[in-house]
């Protein structure tokens, strides 16, 4: 049952199908399927393989256009059924996608699982200058900067932010934690950002460990 559900998950978001996508969550979620493993199993193995397909030349702007669509309602959806711990501070985290870049279903994943663990969360949402995500992070004086990016082009910008920081004199203030598809831990630890998360659950350990005996 939950095997034939991931795979109409996977299906609907290939096909673009966001009516699909958007019944197949909430069937999903009527039958006890645990949130993440209904994104996780179900529906980024759908979205992988969009974009495979985009990468490869067989699928085209229209189509991965639809895809995101169904994506977006998909996890609109599961997010909002993540529990949410209210209250049980486990620290303050800014995050954004990167500017220059749009993609965002992920970083809303992760910014859901940090708030279904006790984070106080400020989500600045996509295409963020980095001017603005350091004014977010001094104004709601945060434990934690995390940044997304998708692109391979706006990495960079993950780097700005670690050197607009330390010339603000800030560096020492915040933990960074850079996160995306094509991030690295080679990355985050050439560009000096304290960490780097592989999905949105690691994000949540990583940020425990870095906060660690404050
Ligand atoms: Co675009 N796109 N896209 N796209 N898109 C990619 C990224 C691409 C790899 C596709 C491909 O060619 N194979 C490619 C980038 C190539 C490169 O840079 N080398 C690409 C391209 C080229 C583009 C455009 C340039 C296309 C064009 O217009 N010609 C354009 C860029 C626009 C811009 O940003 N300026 C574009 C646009 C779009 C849409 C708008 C249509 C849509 C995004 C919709 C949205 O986000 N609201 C879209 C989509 C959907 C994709 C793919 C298919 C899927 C991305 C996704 O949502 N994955 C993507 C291919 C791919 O990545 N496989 C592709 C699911 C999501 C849950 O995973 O975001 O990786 P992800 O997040 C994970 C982890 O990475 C991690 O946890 C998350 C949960 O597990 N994580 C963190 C992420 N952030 C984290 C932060 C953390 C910790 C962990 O701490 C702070």
Redesign the pocket.
Known sequence: MTQTTFEEAARSILSGDADAAAAIAKQGLEQGIDPLRL??EG??PG??E???????GRLF?PQ??L???A??QA?EIINAAFPQQEGIAQGK?V?A?VE???????????AT?FKANGFEVIDLG??VPTARIIEAAETNNVD???????????MTVQKDLEEALKEAGLRDKYKT???????TKRWADRIGADA????????VR??KELLKGR
């Open positions: 994104i996780n529906f980024i979205i992988n969009v974009g495979d397909q985009f990468g490869a702007i991965l256009m895809s995101a669509r994506m977006e996890t985290i995050i996608t220059g870049d749009v993609h965002d279903i992920g970083k809303t994943i992760v699982l996509r295409d934690i900067i995390g940044t997304s990016t998708l692109l391979t082009t706006t934690i850079v996160g995306g598809a094509p991030v780097y998360a592989n999905d949105a659950l690691d994000g990583v940020a």
